[in-house]
């Protein structure tokens, strides 16, 4: 048992809160998302919810930094593949295009579509996303391990995460992953084409 | 002089409508959107904007079909450039990207963004995207002079509009000419590649 059962129940309730903020963000739009849905969703009241963060602007910005702090745990836990050559630019391949799947992209795209229509928001945003992008890179230049001074495995790369962003966009309007499937895999032969014969 | 002014009036003033309302939805946001706002756009009232369009869903399906139809236009129109081999395909693919970007771009990611929280809309807006990406792709199998029956031509040409959508994605948040100059660029060499190894 801990000792300090009441830090620990309110640090539970601030990690429901953001939790659920990414969930409501998700599944209902920016604007539908307000504190109340959000404090529903958590299952506390709107009173609690308020006692943890005072404005709606200060839960977004938190759920934020949580959504972005989550996606680059995933990125940071993305296992070194056991594998050499082809095989192993193909897992690590797949591995980042799922990184955009699910909603935790979609809560990130809710924010960047609203981001692009409010100035205010978009200077919480781009950091946050310069961060995000950052450690994607990062670990993809440790996974496939290239070389980050070559121009071209940067581009490479680049062309990889944005192929990755566009597939996640397709899965919006409908459960695309058959479709994905095939794009991923015809894509990790080439950059491994690519990557293997420059090497 | 047309023997219709009036109705050439109409026409045009229904015409401004919908691009006030494609306008407003990418520059300022889905819900932000509204009648008084895209009235005022078009610098008409209120009452004749609801002469056309009696209810704001009714303007925003139009304007919808408005904004696939033009983005079909840019598709259709999309010359076939005098060049062959890796030449054509460099200025085929650079064609198309650039057909992600700008207002209709945003604007549609508005709505999709909207949908994708709104299964009303997304009924409305499903069909709508497959038309347009029937049109883009048949497009790029013309242009680009593959075989559509060849499922690998089939899949790498998927792979370039998915590639658009992300590239247009990145350049939401920050103006992103350079970077996707470079990834365009390296996207239709291994493009070339590809199909004209294959032919």
Redesign the interface.
């Known amino acids: 048992m801990s000792l300090a059962p009441k830090q620990d129940r309110s640090r539970a309730t601030r990690q429901r809160l953001l939790e659920s903020t990414v969930h409501c963000v998700a599944?209902?739009?920016?604007?539908?998302a307000t504190v109340s849905v959000i404090a529903a969703d958590a299952g506390i009241s709107r009173g609690a919810l308020q006692h943890h963060f005072p404005t709606r602007e200060e839960l977004v910005v938190a759920a934020l930094e949580h959504m972005f702090d989550e996606r680059r745990l995933m990125v940071e836990a993305m296992a070194p593949p056991q594998l050499t050559g082809a095989e192993r630019v193909h897992v690590v391949v797949h591995t980042l295009v799922e990184l955009y799947m699910g909603d935790l992209f979609?809560a990130a795209?809710?924010a960047?579509?609203?981001?692009?229509?409010?100035p205010q928001m978009?200077e919480i945003?781009?950091p946050l996303?310069r961060r995000f992008a950052r450690a994607v890179h990062a670990a993809a230049v440790e996974h496939l391990e290239v070389d980050d001074d070559d121009p071209?495995a940067r581009?490479?790369i680049?062309?990889t995460?944005?192929?990755?962003?566009?597939?996640a966009?397709?899965d919006?309007?409908?459960d695309d992953s058959k479709?994905r499937q095939?794009?991923v895999d015809?894509?990790a032969a080439?950059l491994a084409h690519?990557l293997i014969s420059e090497a």
Chains 1, 2 share one sequence.
């Open positions: 599944t209902r739009g920016w604007s539908a979609r795209l809710q960047w579509v609203a981001a692009a229509a409010d978009l945003i781009q996303e071209h581009t490479l680049q062309t995460l944005d192929l990755a962003r566009g597939l966009l397709a919006l309007l409908s479709r095939r794009i015809t894509w080439m690519e």
